[in-house]
């Protein structure tokens, strides 16, 4: 069981333990319930919470399922993520896994989202009083996936301080930025800090961070992805010439409004290609 005492290696060890069953009880146990269930609503969005208490480790997993519209009923989208109580509250763990693209190995990567991540997201974004566990699914499920950026995002921010076996992190997504840490042996491991959104952004960092950002993923397009097969590659492409018009094209668009939309395009992309490169 996660402990407040344990290290994030530790805790990256347990979350990998627990990985293949808290998958294979969505798919052989609760997904067949979640689309019998939502098959017979007749309200959509569908949204439904899930739990699931590993018999061994005994870590708590939440499972949120949404179905946009009817015809969509047998395939469900599902967020999941652990959540255990740290040294200042709750912090929530979520996990990808992707293959490497040269040996195409698995690798379990984690996002530690501490307690004042959430606290902050919740007072500078979401800015209602809906439950907890509604708030953090918001934020998984329209952030799925995160962007990197540049050492100058990390330099602007004054909120971070060096710490002892780790790096300072910047990461950008639909909502704005998020600030943390990555731990130098294990690089599979993202601690969350604390969030800005767009409209909160210093100066500083809107003149010098996100114009450099454009530029950079202009350059970079889809790079992340393997281009291992015809139907990757097709998809890549498409995707990378979509990007591109985005941050370079003449649409009369702000930084941030090319931020967005470029991020928007970036997500569709992923979960196009994501069934082709997760275990």
Not at 19 to 33: A, G, I
Request: charge should be positive; include cysteine; aromatic fraction near 14%.
């Amino acid at each position: 069981m996660i402990l407040s005492t344990m290290t994030y290696e530790e805790i990256y060890r347990e979350i990998s333990h627990d990985f293949r069953d808290v998958l294979d009880y969505y798919k052989q146990t609760l997904k067949p319930k979640v689309c019998k269930s939502a098959q017979k609503s007749r309200i959509y969005p569908w949204r439904k919470f899930d739990f699931y208490t590993h018999p061994k480790s005994r870590n708590k997993y939440v499972y949120f399922s949404i179905v946009k519209k009817h015809s969509l009923w047998e395939s469900p989208e599902v967020v999941n993520f652990c959540e255990y109580e740290g040294k200042y509250g709750k912090e929530i763990i979520t996990v990808a896994v992707w293959k490497d693209r040269m040996t195409f190995r698995p690798t379990i990567i984690i996002s530690v989202f501490q307690a004042h991540f959430f606290k902050r997201y919740f007072e500078r974004f979401i800015k209602n009083d809906q439950a907890e566990y509604d708030k953090i699914a918001i934020f998984l499920a329209r952030n799925a996936y995160s962007l990197p950026l540049s050492s100058e995002a990390v330099s602007a921010n004054e909120l971070l301080k060096d710490e002892p076996g780790y790096l300072n992190a910047a990461l950008l997504n639909l909502d704005g930025l998020c600030f943390g840490k990555v731990s130098k042996d294990n690089r599979n491991i993202i601690i969350y800090k604390t969030f800005l959104p767009f409209d909160e952004l210093h100066s500083i960092q809107n003149e010098k961070v996100l114009p450099e950002y454009i530029r950079m993923l202009a350059t970079q397009g889809c790079a992340d992805y393997p281009q291992c097969s015809e139907t990757i590659n097709t998809l890549y492409m498409d995707s990378a010439r979509k990007l591109r018009d985005i941050l370079l094209g003449d649409n009369g668009m702000t930084n941030e409004e090319r931020i967005r939309a470029y991020l928007q395009e970036y997500s569709k992309a992923c979960h196009a290609l994501y069934k082709y490169i997760i275990v």
